[in-house]
């Protein structure tokens, strides 16, 4: 299977994040019902499941099309990622009047968010690009 690469890589991309976001829409679900959230939450839980996995996808598609595969770590190339999801994502927050969501939090969490995409893309987008041969 050597055919279509940037397609399989498109689909190793978007395989992780994917779950992952449903658990965040059961909880977020569950938090609405229960605790009577307020209504630009809802927007905002959209930007990640439309974006995050797509992006996700792209990203690894760049990664084998500009045939850097074998010259940069794959753990190092997504732990780029949250460097332009951080920004995104705080642009939404100010559109959708988030207040509670700071410049300050994305600062402080982004060290966070590089280790655990350097993990999740080191492990898991890496096996997910090995067994589909693109590694």
């Given at each position: ?122 492990y898991l987008v890496g096996y997910c690009n090995d067994v589909?041969?693109?590694?």
């Amino acid at each position: 299977m050597k055919t279509h690469p940037l397609l399989r890589a498109y689909m190793a991309g978007i395989v992780v994040p994917t779950p992952f976001l449903i658990v965040i829409a059961i909880g977020f679900t569950i938090a609405r019902a229960s605790f009577h959230m307020s209504a630009p939450l809802e927007h905002a839980i959209i930007f990640p499941m439309a974006v995050v996995p797509n992006l996700w996808g792209v990203w690894n598609m760049l990664r084998i099309a500009s045939r850097t595969a074998d010259k940069w770590p794959i753990g190092l190339h997504g732990a780029l990622l949250p460097l332009v999801l951080i920004p995104l994502g705080l642009l939404l927050a100010r559109v959708l009047g988030l207040d509670f969501i700071r410049p300050a939090v994305g600062l402080a969490l982004a060290p966070v968010a590089i280790g655990v995409y350097y993990l999740a893309w080191k492990y898991l987008v890496g096996y997910c690009n090995d067994v589909l041969g693109i590694a």
